[in-house]
Every structure is written in structure tokens, then in C-alpha cells.
């Protein structure tokens, strides 16, 4: 098929997924029962082999040229560890497709910088549908032209069913690198993601609901893994913390929405248990410069006995982790950065829409969100979401957490699953599973 009319009939399947939409969505909703009764028995044991072992093999096939694409900023740090680990095993190997001014510098010819628009939310990816289908049409031009040993799709399941689809026709084999969550809210998409020759997971359940479903999924570990050393490297010097003292980590998100609609919040909790207990001390850190800016007016207004006790971490996090006693946590990957290094997490996420909320609430299939509690199947890390989110509560639920019984049980099943997510390997076993799907 020729690239416009590939493009044009690509264009076609979006319009009428779109059209579907709805009755697709409220399929769904009617199965949501069933759906989530499967959810709480997939296997979520323990693999049998070492992943800490298993990503040391030599190259079995080689690798001449590589078609990537990853668009958005969140896989790039996955995109720069897996072409670390190619580049290693292929010297020779030409890497081109869509990404980043980063992964440009390691060397990848970058068609789009996708990575770098940060594209979130249906207004976003509406606005950018010319770019998109700019960037169909040039991917299967050069599928047509260069015929790439493989095509490897990093997370942004949107366009990449795209690419895949015809990466797929053509014959070219595809690994699509961390599958997307369609057991959480769209298991219809899934018809796409199985015309992937290697469909790899990163949460060991995964690999259950996909290979039920005819995909060729392959659990690789979780990329968290990879990253924990190598971040906390790149920070300032964590400030010196009294030991005699108990430390709270006050982790508000990275983005300013996220920002403002939980840092008063996760205030007026400290405030509460500071009132409880006058050993408690709290710790922002934050790596984002600007994110002081976001935060000033939340942090001046805060009502606490005196001004050290809220102590400001200024391009730091990973560092500052270890230290602390236990954290209120906005966003899902902070839930397992805090875990992995041991402090339990107590997930917040406001949404200042109370419509906002109970959509959310009907479309997720899963009775968690965070990705501790979705790993062990259990509410191991409480999660306070939505509209209306109590700050006794939130400070309760962290007070447990600090000494006791309950402090105990949460650390003894982090510890249990702690390999899962915290294992370094996964860029390594990406890269091995590229080449496994290669023709001979």
C-alpha cells in the first residue's frame, strides 16, 4: 500500500475509533464486574528466573537498523537506557523515527522531536491530529523505502497502534516496549497491540492478561529499575537531616496542575500531624526549578509552628528518599520510586471536578490505581482520589505508617515485591527481546 493511502486509510480507522468511542466505552462499563473480578485473579507471582541475571547474553542475531518511536517525555528516559544498551551490543546500528532533542544526541536520526511537545490531554492531541498524521505518512514512507530490520514503540499507545499496524502489514517485525495499560480502560484496543511479535511488560500480571487475549507478551521487569541509581547521581546534595527527628516527604507531582490542585492539600495534613506529634518534621523536594514558583504561595501561606519545619530540597528527590520515614505521594511512578527505597507511600491525587472524578471512577476497570497496590493486588499504600479528599484522613493514614504493627506489614510486602520493580536489568532484556523477533 502506498504511503498516502496508507496514511488516508490510517486516518479512516481513527475516525471510526473515535465514532466507536462511546458504545465501546459503555461496553465496557457493562462488563466492568466481570472485568474486574479477572483483574484480581491474574497470576501475580514472582517469575521463576532471576531477572537479575538474565540480561547478560551476547547479541544472538545482528542489528542493522532500527526504526523507534517514542512521543512522549515520559518513555525518553526508557528510549535513552534501551539505545544505551543496543549501541552496545551493535555498534553499527543506524536508529531513526520519532523522539527527542535527547535520544537526537545520543545519535538517533529524529524525524519528529515528538518527546519533547509534551502532549497531554484530548485537547492536546487534537490540536496536534495534522502533525500526527504527518508523522503516519512519513513512517510508512520509510517503512516502504528503507525496510528496517525491526520497529521498537516506546508507551504512547495512540500513534504507535498506528505505526504498528503498518509496520505489521509490511511484514517488519515490532516490539512495543512497556504494553499499554488497556486492562485498566480500553481492553478492546488490544486487537492492535497483539500484531505485535513481542509485546513487553513491565508489572508481572501483565502478561497474563495479554497472552489470554492472543498477544505475545514477555515480562521484562519494571524500567524503574534502571533509573534509581542513575537519578539519584544527577542531583544536588540532599540537606542534612537530624536523625533524632521524624522525617515526612511532601511529594506534590512534577506538573503545575498537579501542583495546585494537591500541594494545599497535602499542607493542611502536615499541619494536622504536626499538631499530633512535635517530632515530625516534613521534606519538599522537587527537581524542577520552576516548580518553586508553583509552589510559593501554598508554601507561605502554611500555618506550622516554625520555619524549619518544612524543609525545602531544591533539585533532589532520589537522594532525599532514603531518609525519610514515610511520604504523601502525587502520581503513580513516585509511589514505586518512594517504595523502592523502602519508606511507605500514602498516594493523593485531588481532581477539583466532582464529574471528573466519577467518570474516571466508571471507565478504570482496577479497584487500585497506584502502582505499588496494582503490583501485590492489595492496598498496600492507601489511595485518597478525587474530589473530596479529607486531610485528617491523609494524616491518619501517613501517622500509621511512621512506627507499629501497620509500619511493619507495609515494609514486609515492599520488601517481598521489591525485585519486581526495583531490579536493574530491563533495558537489557528489551534490547535481547529485539533481537529474538529478528528474521533470520
Known sequence: MMPL?????????AMLDLLLGLPRHALAWAQKKSRLHEFENLRREMPVNDLTNSA??????????LFLSCGDASGEAHALRLMTHLKA????????????????DRGMDVWQPLADLNVMGFKDVLAQLPLFFRCV???AKAIQSEKPDAVVLID????????LRIASRKGIPVVDYIAPQLWAWAPWRVRDFKKADKLLTILPFEADWFQRRGAHPEYIGHPLGDGLAAAAALEDAPPELDPALTWVGILPGSRRREIRNNLPLLLEAAVILRRRNSQVRFVLPHLRDEAW????????????????????????FHQVLP????AWVTSGTAVLETAAHRVPPVLVYHIPSAFTTWLYRQMLAIPFVGGLNLLTGQRVCPEHLGARICPEQLADDLEQRLDGDCRKDVLKSIEHWHRAFATPGPAARAAQAIESVLKP
Open 5 to 13: 493511502l496508507t496514511t488516508l486509510h490510517e486516518f479512516a480507522s
Open 89 to 104: 551490543r551493535h555498534p553499527d546500528l543506524q536508529i531513526a523515527g520519532f523522539g527527542s532533542q535527547a535520544l537526537a
Open 323 to 326: 531518609q525519610l520515614q514515610a
Open 293 to 316: 514558583s508553583w509552589m510559593a504561595e501554598a508554601l507561605d501561606s502554611v500555618d506550622l509552628p516554625d520555619a524549619e519545619t518544612i524543609l525545602r530540597a531544591p533539585r533532589c
Open 56 to 65: 547478560s547474553a551476547p547479541p544472538t542475531r545482528k542489528i542493522r537498523k
Open 156 to 163: 504512547y499507545p495512540g500513534l504507535n497502534r498506528h505505526l
Open 137 to 139: 505518512y512519513q513512517f
